[in-house]
């Protein structure tokens, strides 16, 4: 049987940034861009990432969720969303080292992190946070759990995948500290499960929380010699600490940054890095050397030999989600996944 052709990864990034405002506030035009997704026969919409504080902003002009003057705009895209019988996950952010465009706000400012660094392929300089910053950010979280809840949507996902704070303190890669939050695996994935244990504890137990997380960092992806950080079987026992913990569902990807040579899914998208990658040279040390790299592709021989090292079909990311309405598409197939945009 003939294989069938590879999906090109689609990344809604620009028209997302379009369509928000600069200090978090939302617009209907993104109202529009979530219901056009409903109306197409979706059974459920994850939101693009949502920021619980400005500090962890990774990009600009994405809507907030970090001020309760923000729930009647969440309130009228779940409204929207829900015309056509579809239900909205807002995906709770925070970027710790991982500010791509950080924006004014932080200007002059070292992201938060697990531990003191310079993360490796961007060069993103970072810092380790202090205990009383751990809380405020726990604390964010379940605050913007609650409001997501006061705005009558459906659930909650605690982005914890993609390089994003979350990952930086569960990967042995990253996460240097010698203290509670920091060594064993029980004490990497304590910010997770504090922060876990802050929702239920905001919003109850019949609100739908969900994680996502990357189950395996591939942290020496491109430098061979660094340590691959979190393992699949580290993974499995967090999970199984989430599940614990009162969390409804895992959604699953890999990587310890995006985008990675492994996420998402098919060939480094360098033509998509060249768009985009120029607007991050305030951000990392390391960022002019690798726009060169993309712009003048020059990496290719890097992109090839990483290329050369995955497996030719590496397995897409597993979704799993609260239950889901069975109803038809446009082509008259079921629609009982959610669509993934952030």
């Not at 890669?173 to 929702?199: F, H, K, M, P, S």
């Not at 060939?267 to 768009?275: I, K, L, M, S």
Request: with cysteine; proline share 6%.
């Amino acid at each position: 049987m003939a294989e069938p052709p590879r999906q090109e990864p689609y990344f809604p990034v620009e028209h997302l940034r379009a369509e928000n405002n600069y200090d978090g506030s939302g617009t209907p035009a993104r109202i529009n861009w979530e219901e056009r997704f409903a109306r197409g026969g979706v059974g459920a919409i994850i939101s693009a990432h949502v920021p619980v504080h400005v500090r962890g902003r990774i990009l600009p002009n994405y809507a907030f969720i970090d001020r309760d003057s923000l729930v009647p705009f969440w309130r009228l895209v779940g409204e929207r969303v829900h015309r056509h019988d579809c239900r909205f996950i807002a995906q709770l952010a925070h970027a710790g080292r991982q500010r791509d465009i950080a924006g004014v706000e932080n200007d002059g400012t070292i992201g938060l992190s697990a531990s003191d660094g310079v993360e490796s392929f961007h060069g993103f300089r970072h810092r380790a946070m202090t205990v009383d910053e751990i809380k405020e950010t726990t604390a964010n979280f379940a605050a913007g759990a609650r409001r997501a809840r006061e705005a009558g949507l459906d659930g909650v996902e605690i982005h914890a995948a993609n390089g994003y704070l979350f990952t930086q303190f569960l990967s042995p890669a990253i996460n240097y500290r010698q203290d509670d939050y920091g060594g064993t695996l029980e004490n990497r994935a304590r910010l997770l499960l504090e922060t876990v244990a802050a929702i239920r504890k905001e919003v109850g137990s019949d609100f739908h929380l969900q994680v996502k997380i990357s189950a395996v960092d591939h942290n020496n992806a491109f430098w061979f010699w660094q340590s691959q950080g979190t393992t699949i079987d580290d993974s499995v026992q967090v999970c199984s600490w989430l599940e614990k913990a009162g969390v409804d569902a895992i959604h699953v990807l890999t990587g310890n940054m995006f985008l990675h040579p492994l996420n998402p899914p098919g060939g480094f998208p360098v033509d998509f890095a060249r768009q985009f990658y120029g607007s991050m040279m305030p951000s990392g040390r390391y960022v002019f050397r690798n726009y060169l790299f993309f712009r003048y592709r020059v990496c290719w021989l890097l992109i090839i030999s990483v290329r050369s090292i995955r497996p030719s079909r590496a397995p897409s990311p597993i979704f799993c989600s609260l239950p889901i309405p069975q109803r038809k598409n446009r082509i008259g197939m079921p629609s009982s996944a959610h669509f993934q945009k952030g």
